[in-house]
């Protein structure tokens, strides 16, 4: 199991991760498939989440779903975690998670690890959180 | 493949609980049949195949009594492996059941009350608190049928047996009532009918059951004034006490009950296990300032239509009497309980559920007695109050003028025991250090002269007459 802010790009199904859906986008059509952008986070850290297909209506925000062998890349210039072919996405509960929203793995500058021609390292922080789903006002 | 238990929709694990359920009727499904293997199971056998009957029970209606004998000829603990299984399934799994389900689990559990299964009352106490509150849907009003028949049928068994059982559901069906009497549609006469009965026969009948429930009897009572079996039960009750039959209890007073504490027990049976979870989630691992999306779950799951509002005086008990957190979440930067009250005060719309939910912070204050009553039931309320100044202060000011309204006109006849149980709160909550003094209240610039007075009045009139 995998935490949020120990995620790497990488062309591989490799990540298991647990997290709760604290948002979700409008879902739109693309080719023959629904899509649909979530924010999703663990207690670490949050990323965007690509839903596909049928996932888009199984999923409400406040669901606790994990994640295996799902796959954290770039789709049409950004940075999401998705299930992808090989992976599987199962709701094991929900409300019951607290959550972070900074850092946003999918707001940050990743670079080609020079050790690593396969990995990839952080440079720079983009934005603390999530430019497309902002955090909510803090409240009393 | 075995019949479901539940509907899991897909992308949704198979809860494991039902699982083993499911598992241990298929792996002994021949054997469930006649005629029954005389060999004595070992303990996990008889675990399995107690967990198998009821897997059978709740999704064979046409083989349910064969099961049912079947239990009742390899019973050796007094049904307590089995009962303990049903009240897992009622705790974690009622909503999602199928009906013909559910259906079977209320059978069930009338069969478990005739026999005096170990843990029967746990199951109904759980079923009990399956009664959604403003929620008159047709498959809670189907569940109040039938626990209301239940309970009237089994009366003299449980009596006897399980005496404390009846007090619950005196409780949770006065509650109940309230709400069906708010909504006034055809479709409730009957079920009204059944359950003012049931209630009536309890008081009338059993009041020693009633006492039980302390004082939140009294404010459970005042919502159904309207009804005219309880306006004349409420009349008895402070006009002519000796009526009621109070068994090993001289009951002579009202004040008697206002004195007595409710346990929190009765405050978490208008809460359902789902909405207790997430409450004690919320005021134990969110941080406050962050608690806007959690908030919004909760409400869209449990405060969703204008009905549920008054869910939210049931919500307020619960958290001032059930929910008393560890000195290490008080201090940390966790969601407190006087943060909660407040977004709750600003959900409900109506004016009168509004009063109810203030007189739910309040109502423990009323009578306060150090040597009976919690400092932390009354702590959210003078915490709501203080930390509402200066941003929040209308919040301040209608909390105020609602405690010093309620101190004059709750009951007239007895306005200096309420006096001294107010004063005394606030007195324990300076000693205590909750608020290290009330100047931030009386010499508050926002609030008006008249208020402050009052309050000061209030503090004085306490002082001066405890004894």
Known sequence: MTLLKDIVPAAQNNIDTKFILLEKGQTTVEGQNKICLALVADETAAVHFQFWGDECDAFESGDIICLTNGIFSYQHRSLVLRAGKRGELVKVGEFTMAYAETPNMSEIHWIPDPNNSKSYIQDHVISAVSRIFPSPPSDM | MASRLTLTPPFEAENEFEASLRQAFESLKPTLRPPF?????????????????????????????????????????????????????????????????????????????????????????????????????????????????????????????????????????????????????????????LEIHFCVKIVREEFHLSLLIGRDFIRLLQDLVHVPEFRAILKDIVFDPFKFNAVGFEFKDVSQIYSTRTSSRYSLLRISPEMEIQLRFLLSNVKLGHQRRHQMWFARKFLNDPDKEFVAVDIVRFICCAHHPPNEVIQSDVVPRWALIGWLLTACRSSHAVANVKLALFYDWLFFDERVDSIMNIEPAVLLMVHSVPQYIDITRSLLEFLLHLVDNYDVERKDVIVKGVASAFQLLVRKGVVRSLDVLTSCPALSPGLREGLGRLLSCGKVGSS
Not at chain 2, 127 to 132: N, W
Not at chain 2, 157 to 183: K, M
Request: aromatic share 8%; net charge negative.
């Open chain 2, 37 to 193: 293997s005389l060999s004595i199971p070992n303990p996990d056998e008889y675990a399995l195949l107690n967990r198998a009957i009821l897997h059978g029970v709740l999704t064979e209606p046409h083989f349910a009594k064969t099961h049912i004998k079947h239990l009742h000829a390899l019973v050796t603990d007094g049904y307590a492996t089995f009962l303990n299984s049903l009240l897992n399934v009622v705790h974690h799994l009622y909503p999602r059941l199928l009906a013909s389900v559910k259906t079977q689990l209320l059978w069930v559990s009338e069969e478990t009350v005739r026999v005096l299964g170990i843990g029967y009352d746990a199951v109904l106490v759980s079923l009990l608190r399956q009664i959604g509150g403003g929620n008159c849907g047709d498959g809670n009003l189907w569940l109040c049928s039938k626990l209301v028949t239940l309970f009237l049928e089994q009366f003299e068994c449980l009596l006897e047996d399980a005496p404390h059982v009846l007090s619950f559901a005196l409780y949770s069906f006065l509650r109940v009532l309230a709400d069906h009497c708010r909504v006034g549609v055809e479709k409730l006469e009957t079920l009204k009918r």
